[in-house]
């Protein structure tokens, strides 16, 4: 039994690194998202369900990996954006909000590969 619980750890264990290295490319994500709003090459909208669509990705697996905080803010966040879309808030004063909470999200990101 013993080493089927260390079998799992280390599985586990390579599947959280794996995470941390995919979440770089996340905020990559993020970060072309809020580029192609703000050069305007892409309407607010497209910008806003391009961040929803990184959320959603990371509040899917993070809690499930150990990180259910992130997971959780990873939610609150999505639910924002699908409150201003459904609000009908693709509009500068919507999308503030949304750059706001990308930097947020963004900030704990580099905490998290900073604390790897």
Known sequence: ???LDQIM???LAK?????LKVLAERDREIVEARRKVEQEEAPIDTGMAEIRSVYHRIA???GSLGFADFGDLASTFEATIDSLREA???DPTGW???VRDS???RSRIAQLLQNR
Do not use: H, K, P
């Open 15 to 19: 599947t959280r690194d794996l995470f």
């Open 103 to 105: 930097e947020i999200f």
């Open 88 to 90: 009908r808030r693709t």
């Open 96 to 98: 503030a909000a949304v």
């Open 60 to 62: 899917g697996s993070a």
């Open 1 to 3: 039994m013993e080493d």
């Open 9 to 11: 750890a280390q599985r």
